[in-house]
């Protein structure tokens, strides 16, 4: 299913929803990300906040939908954003790392994996990783399943 067509039959259902919604995959293992969202494990996910600084990306905002995509850009379920903050990396908590659903769910391990993601992608672009680099956390709830 299309995101589109996944959007269409969400909007079918709650026309108070609107037309505005943006449609994603996780950049790290978007299938199984993707999955661990759809099934209400992971309910929250964190970038790097200088995307949004560079004004490469528009900051969320709580209340906005998000069609989450797998890796052949098909629709897996639909997701309203309900909070947003943003913390330096190394004072990211461990509710936001439980949120995230990943691995076994401890701090420890939200560091390592997303420092070694962080660490790729920024290097990508030319910048470096810093522990005391902003993170944008979001917070979001499952709406619709397709």
């Known amino acids: ?15 108070d929803a609107g037309e505005d919604y943006e449609a994603w995959a996780y ?31 528009p900051m969320p905002r709580a209340g906005e939908y998000s069609v989450i995509l797998n890796s052949r850009d098909e629709a897996v379920c639909i997701i ?3 909070r947003v903050y943003t ?4 004072q990211v908590g461990a509710e936001q790392a439980w949120r995230e ?6 701090l420890a391990c939200w560091r390592r994996v997303h420092e070694a993601f962080f660490r790729a992608e920024l290097e990508e672009a030319g ?8 993170v944008v956390c979001e917070e979001f709830e499952v709406v619709y399943r397709g």
């Open 87 to 90: 913390a330096p990396f190394d």
């Open 27 to 57: 950049g790290a293992d978007p299938d199984g990300l993707a999955e661990l969202t759809r099934a209400g494990i992971k309910t929250a996910t964190a970038s790097a906040g200088v995307w949004y600084e560079a004004g490469e990306e």
């Open 101 to 106: 659903g990943e691995g076994d769910r401890s």
């Open 127 to 134: 910048l470096e990783f810093s522990p005391s680099m902003p």
């Open 1 to 15: 299913m299309t995101h589109q067509q996944l959007w269409a039959a969400y909007r079918a259902a709650h026309p």
């Open 80 to 82: 309203r954003t309900t």
